[in-house]
């Protein structure tokens, strides 16, 4: 009795995935882009979480997010990995300290959902706008889809906050931190000698 074999992979996926396959199979087209896709992740992420600093919380995590992207292309960015860690969780930790805190944290995740919801809505222009009708409010749903996005995404980092890192003391991760740090002078002072 003979088994039924079915066609060969590159057979069965056509000429484009053949292709990705041909690719693929030699891996340093695809380690490169790998490389690049996560460097480009990377660097956007460090530059919205730079932009974002001002805000509650959110600006912090997302540089923390970014550094621990760029840690696996960079060593600089392996480096500081603790130290970017320490202080985005202080900080998230430190904007759910008080119930004050909390609640203008809240009024702003409310204004982005609601400012989204308006923005999405097109309302006409008012009376005091100088410049053309079509600069108000410009890109319709899209633009407002990334505010109320952006308040979601606040309000998850503000429970998570909340949650995980509310009255957490963070005076063991900058005594380890600091061991950490003074071990690794010592075995650059070694290695230069």
């Known amino acids: 009795m003979s088994e039924r074999r079915s066609p060969p992979l590159p057979a069965r996926l056509g000429r484009i995935g053949r292709a990705v396959v041909g690719v693929a199979s030699y891996g340093v087209p695809v380690k490169a882009a ?88 097109q309302p006409p222009s008012p009376g005091w706008w100088p410049l053309p009708e079509s600069l108000w409010l410009p890109g319709g749903w899209w633009t407002a889809g990334t505010l109320i996005a952006s308040g979601f995404v606040a309000l998850g980092l503000l429970v998570y906050s909340f949650v995980k890192l509310r009255g957490k003391d963070f005076s063991q991760h900058k005594r380890r931190l600091k061991q950490r740090e003074q071990q690794v002078a010592r075995e650059s002072e070694r290695a230069d000698s």
């Open 34 to 121: 790998k490389q690049i896709g996560l460097k480009v992740l990377g660097w956007v992420l460090l530059v919205v979480g730079i932009a974002a600093i001002p805000l509650p919380g959110p600006g912090a995590m997302i540089i923390l997010a970014s550094m621990f992207v760029l840690a696996t292309q960079y060593e600089w960015a392996d480096r500081r990995l603790d130290r970017v860690k320490l202080w985005a969780l202080e900080g998230a930790a430190d904007s759910v300290k008080t119930w004050p805190r909390i609640f203008v944290s809240l009024l702003g995740v409310v204004w982005l959902v609601g400012f989204g919801t308006y923005w999405g809505t």
